[in-house]
């Protein structure tokens, strides 16, 4: 069984290296291709990118269904297209995230039972 310590010691046979003196140099230099996460505009957070999607399109009376379950969208422009971003928050609950033209117009919390889309 290795120990720690022989992840700073152990020379790699190809680079004649120890690889995370090799990584630290890399990361100095800029020459490694490890980058920070981050959340690019439009989207605001990880739910928006990390989440199930589905496309549905507003009826006259602002609402969509999923399933048979209404959900009444406010700032919502009837017979357009959305894109429904469904984020698990727990096992009973998900996040529904609504998004027209690049612009999230509201979010709402259902529970899962109630979406029947799939079992988290």
Do not use: G
């Amino acid at each position: 069984m290795r120990s720690k310590d022989n992840n700073y010691k152990q020379v790699h046979s190809t680079t004649q290296e120890v690889p995370y003196f090799r990584f630290q140099r890399a990361l100095e230099e800029k020459r490694s291709l490890f980058r920070e996460f981050q959340v690019r505009p439009p989207f605001q957070s990880v739910k928006d990118i990390f989440c199930l999607r589905i496309n549905r399109t507003i009826d006259p009376y602002r609402k969509i269904s999923i399933n048979n379950l209404q959900l009444k969208m406010n700032n919502a422009t009837p017979r357009k297209v959305v894109t429904l971003r469904i984020y698990p928050l727990s096992n009973d609950i998900s996040e529904v995230r609504f998004w027209y033209d690049d612009n999230l117009i509201d979010v709402q919390r259902v529970k899962n039972s109630d979406l029947k889309v799939v079992h988290f």
